[in-house]
């Protein structure tokens, strides 16, 4: 899960609806053919398939050597205990710790002009959104695929 899949779920409940809108949601509203003033509807209007996979996604998964995140972890907490904030949002003060989390984390939100590759973390986010390359991880070779830019 990503923020903008968290936000979704929040102006599902009916809290953070205009920042859900002015953050991608008014399209994602459109993409469905829900206008905007319906967002109060919003559960019923979503097609049942989708509405279970946006509720079924995890905030983080692990493997035996990676932990995958959208945005980043706060060091010293273990897993279990990570903050919405941290995971969804945090920028710099992930990208920037050296803190070993016992396992290399996968990680985007934070976009960099090429992977960011440290002894601890793989930023994968190469700024598709603002123009640059959509990037992905090959693992276990450690390899990278962009496409675009």
């Known amino acids: 899960m990503g923020n903008h899949e968290f936000m979704l779920l929040g102006a599902m ?4 609806q ?4 002015s953050m ?3 399209a994602t509203l459109k993409s469905y ?3 905007p003033d319906s ?3 919003l559960v019923a209007m979503l097609p049942e398939s989708h509405f279970s996979f946006f509720t079924e ?3 983080y998964w692990e493997d035996e050597d990676h932990i995958f995140v959208h945005a980043g972890l706060q060091p010293g907490v273990h897993l279990t205990q990570q903050s919405a904030e941290w995971l969804f949002w945090s920028r710099d003060s992930f990208v920037n710790s050296t803190y070993d989390f016992g396992k290399k984390v996968i ?7 090429n992977p960011m590759i440290d002894v601890n973390k793989i930023g994968i986010d190469t700024g598709a959104v603002y123009g640059g390359s959509l990037t992905c991880l090959v ?3 450690n390899t990278f695929m962009s496409v675009g830019s």
Not at 13 to 16: A, P, R, S, V
Not at 107 to 113: A, E, I, K, N, Q
């Open 13 to 16: 409940k009916g809290y953070g």
């Open 18 to 21: 205009r920042q859900f809108l």
């Open 24 to 26: 991608g949601g008014t």
């Open 33 to 35: 053919g829900i206008p």
């Open 39 to 41: 967002i109060n509807d």
């Open 57 to 59: 996604l995890l905030p």
């Open 107 to 113: 990680y985007g939100h934070t976009p960099h002009d």
């Open 139 to 141: 693992l276990p070779d």
